[in-house]
């Protein structure tokens, strides 16, 4: 079945350091989804990326679509303490979505 | 309107009793999921409900694991004769159910399940 990678597990940046993390699908992709989980919270999608090679922006938050449509990125410029979570890429394909295991962002002040 | 609820927040239990975990999509979402979140680790899809169709229950673990939808609204997980290792957090989440099922999925804010 479908499998979606995700790297990496952890990261620990600087307050003010940029993080990206990446995801990759076994199979092409009919969209890709990214959801972020706070502390203690439920995740909350962020964004949808439907189109090969397709770049969004949400003010700090970069979000990539391979051309191939397997494999996709989130880069957060100068990451701030409010970035803290854990960001989950979520690939659609046949009928259902499959969810990374997720990168655990720490963010030290 | 109102968002996914879910009921109870946290769940105590002691190991081989049975427990149930409701949940209450988004009116007017025919698409419901059950993942399971243990800590620190991503979610494991459980069981996918979309309409009036056979469910998908390919993520169960075990057949101790069951799940149905009254009505094409509410939901309920029952685990019967649980174990330890079936502490998690049980997460909700509903789709409007009209695009396939890779739309958009609006999550509830679990039920914490501890078995002692």
Redesign the interface.
Same mark, same amino acid.
């Given at each position: 079945g479908q499998q979606v990678m995700q790297i990496p597990q952890y990261q620990h940046v600087q307050e003010g350091e940029d993080f990206t993390t990446y995801c990759n699908s076994s199979t092409t992709l009919s969209n890709i989804q990214w959801y972020k989980q706070r502390p203690g919270g439920h995740p909350v999608f962020l964004i949808q990326l439907v189109k090969s090679g397709e770049v969004k922006k949400q003010k700090r938050l970069t979000f990539q679509f391979g051309e191939a449509k397997k494999n996709s990125s989130l880069h957060i410029t100068a990451t701030q303490t409010t970035d803290v979570g854990t960001y989950f890429c979520a690939g659609a394909g046949s009928y259902q979505l499959t969810f990374g295991k997720g990168t655990k962002l720490s963010v030290i002040p | 309107g109102a968002g996914v609820s879910q009921s109870p927040s946290n769940k105590v239990t002691e190991k081989g009793k049975d427990v149930e975990l409701r949940c209450d999509p988004i009116s007017g979402h025919t698409a419901l999921y059950w @993942?399971r979140q243990s800590l620190?680790? +991503? %979610?494991e899809?459980l069981i996918?409900f979309q309409g009036n169709s056979a469910p998908?229950k390919s993520g169960l673990p075990s057949d101790r694991f069951s799940a149905e939808r009254t009505g094409g609204s509410v939901s309920t997980l029952t685990i019967q004769r649980t174990q330890q290792e079936d502490s998690a957090v049980y %997460?909700c989440?509903s789709s409007p159910g009209t695009s +396939? +099922?890779?739309e958009?999925? @609006?999550? +509830?804010?679990?039920t914490r399940l501890l078995v002692l």
């Open positions: - | @993942y620190g680790q +991503g %979610l899809f996918y998908d %997460l989440a +396939g +099922g890779w958009t999925q @609006y999550f +509830g804010p679990g």
